[in-house]
């Protein structure tokens, strides 16, 4: 082993550039060993559980005939609307108020301190039962919320769950109230890293309230907020707990999104192969999205 | 003479009724927020100190008429129909989430050593690796991934369910732990080498104190992960013996004649444990966060 480098001076005419080598990078022998030693175990997990699962998946959902069914189904069509109704209001109001909440919470006082411990409980919350909360807070006359609407307000709540619309909008204000404490932790961080000269330059400049952030604050964060958006509207396309507790798909499975679907279709329905085909339907949704992402990830500084 | 100041005094009272009106905004918005986090945690709240077993009937009092801690004994004491074994699946869910944690942080911080701190070419790789299955939506390998665990034999295993949080926990892991890296100088590694230090020295004493905080907020996150997870546990684990408190309650969901204040007792203490630790750690997840972000 310890030989090659010899070889090496002695002929540098004949320079194989083997496998091994062109791996090995400038490591000597024992260390390459251990950087070796140290890789194998994710290795071993992306091959067993991503790679190949990935593979099985595409092969599972190869058949045309499956592609030739799901685009017939009228419930299909039904929620491919719901779920870009659901990225597009959920992903972007989300990430806006996100943006926004962050300014405040950046302001010096006690209370805004103390009040973001709770802001950020909904995030804490364990998912399951947070959305079954909700979903009683929302089953009818008995729910909290129509309590509220006819204590306060003397008006008769609607059954939120039977209509199309009240039922989506009910899991899109769940899904942001879950997670947009998230992001707005990351926002922050993101404005702790604007140096302060910055703002104070801004503010000899005359810049303050909304000019500040739209030419100062806004410019510095737009591209951490581009990734944020990216990756955040990824994640919520394979959102399943929202939706399946919330309203559960109902009134009929008119409220369903993609990945709720696909779960059917999968494990009650008895039909992978078609809840697969559901999943792969996504990705010319997808793929654009991982690879504007991917790029903007491996170039820029900004990480999630 | 009494002319002369006036506008400056003018713009002071400008500001300072400016001060006074933006002070009232935030406060108002204070509230909103404050009731917007909350009500839904409320909600859970008055369902488990509801004395009655039945269907919940909220009569639009803002409070139960006669609080009762009779949900909460029942859960704690595993005195209701599902409640039966809470704490061994409460056990089950612990062991899962704290298995997910470990591995996480270990494989992890392996695999970022060797692409940061190692100069081994060809590390991209690894980190694209990574950032591809971080764009993966999670649920949708729920399919294929359960028919891989069928073949490796790990169906209705607590460690098929441990294997498919780490793989999605990992990537997180690795990339955060890489920017964080950047932050300790690698001549502090030369130095130890120089002294002899061997590899495992290297990762063992100088790397794993050092990246302290940043292990936390893996450790938190990866632990959030799991203690969120239903859609896994519900897939891969069947039996009585392997079932989760998520699963358990998602079971009972359904079921119209299930005791609702019990229930939602088991909900707020399983729900407890990640606000206590999300608390915990804040002040580290708040500071590795920002400094990953520069």
């Known amino acids: 082993m310890n030989g090659t480098s010899v070889i090496h001076v002695g002929r540098p005419a004949i320079r194989r550039r083997t496998l091994s080598r062109s791996l090995r990078g400038g490591l000597k022998g024992g260390e390459y060993t251990w950087a070796v030693a140290f890789v194998v175990p994710y290795v071993a997990v992306f091959l067993t559980f991503v790679a190949y699962p990935v593979v099985y998946g595409l092969w599972m959902g190869s058949e045309a005939s499956l592609y030739r069914e799901l685009f017939a189904d009228p419930i299909y069509q039904t929620t491919v ?71 306060l307000f003397g008006i008769e709540g609607p059954i939120w769950f039977n209509d199309r619309w009240l039922g989506l909008g009910s899991n899109i204000v769940a899904y942001i109230w879950k997670w947009m404490p998230f992001w707005t932790v990351i926002f922050i961080a993101g404005r702790m890293a604007i140096p302060q000269d910055i703002h104070d330059a801004a503010e000899v400049d005359g810049a303050t309230g909304a000019r500040r952030f739209v030419h100062v604050t806004f410019p510095l964060l737009a591209n951490l907020y581009l990734v944020c958006t990216l990756l955040s509207t990824i994640w919520t396309l394979g959102d399943f707990a929202t939706v399946y507790f919330v309203s559960g798909g109902g009134p009929t499975g008119s409220t369903d999104v993609l990945a709720t679907l696909g779960f059917h279709y999968a494990f009650d329905a008895s039909r992978p192969a078609l809840g697969v085909a559901v999943m792969i339907s996504a990705l010319p949704l997808l793929i654009p999205i991982v690879i504007l992402l991917i790029g903007k990830l491996q170039t820029s500084e900004v990480q999630l | 003479v009494t002319n002369v100041p006036a506008p400056g005094r003018l713009a002071r009272r400008r500001r300072a009724r400016r001060r006074v009106l933006t002070e009232a905004s935030s406060v108002m918005l204070g509230v909103v927020l404050l009731i917007w986090s909350l009500t839904p945690v409320y909600n859970m709240l008055l369902v488990a100190l509801d004395p009655e077993e039945g269907e919940i009937e909220f009569a639009g009092n803002l409070w139960t008429p006669e609080p009762s801690l009779e949900g909460f004994r029942a859960a704690v004491m595993q005195d209701a129909r599902y409640l039966e074994y809470f704490w061994y699946q409460y056990g089950n869910s612990l062991y899962i989430g704290l298995a997910t944690t470990l591995l996480t942080v270990l494989v992890g911080s392996m695999a970022s050593f060797a692409v940061g701190r190692m100069h081994l070419a060809k590390a991209s790789l690894l980190t694209n690796a990574a950032l591809l299955t971080y764009v993966i939506p999670a ?37 955060i732990l890489r ?116």
Request: glycine fraction near 4%; include cysteine.
């Open chain 2, 179 to 294: 920017q964080y890296a950047r932050l300790i100088p690698l001549d502090l590694d030369d130095a130890a080498r120089l002294d002899g230090a061997t590899v495992v020295q290297l990762y063992l004493r100088i790397y794993l104190p050092l990246m302290a905080p940043a292990l936390a907020v893996i450790a938190g996150y990866s632990l959030l992960l799991s203690w969120n997870d239903y859609i896994y546990q519900f897939v891969l684990l069947s039996s009585q013996r392997n079932m989760t408190v998520s699963v358990m309650q998602a079971a009972l969901f359904v079921d119209a004649d299930a005791r609702w204040n019990a229930m939602m007792a088991a909900a707020i203490i399983y729900a407890a444990l990640p606000i206590v630790i999300l608390y915990a750690l804040g002040r580290y997840i708040a500071t590795a966060l920002a400094r990953g972000c520069t």
């Open chain 1, 81 to 151: 609307v719901n779920t870009i109704l659901y990225l597009a209001l959920g992903v972007n109001v989300k990430m806006f108020l996100a943006l926004l909440l962050s300014g405040f919470f950046m302001r010096r006082r006690w209370w805004i301190k103390a009040l973001l411990a709770i802001y950020i409980m909904p995030w804490a919350l364990a998912s399951v039962q947070a959305f079954i909360s909700f979903h009683w807070m929302l089953i009818g006359e008995q729910g909290l919320v129509d309590g509220l609407l006819s204590a």
């Open chain 2, 139 to 175: 649920s949708f390998l729920i399919v294929p991934l359960y028919r891989v665990m069928h073949g490796y034999g790990l169906l209705d295993d607590l460690w098929a369910v441990i294997a498919a949080q780490v793989t999605f926990a990992i990537p997180f892991a690795i990339l």
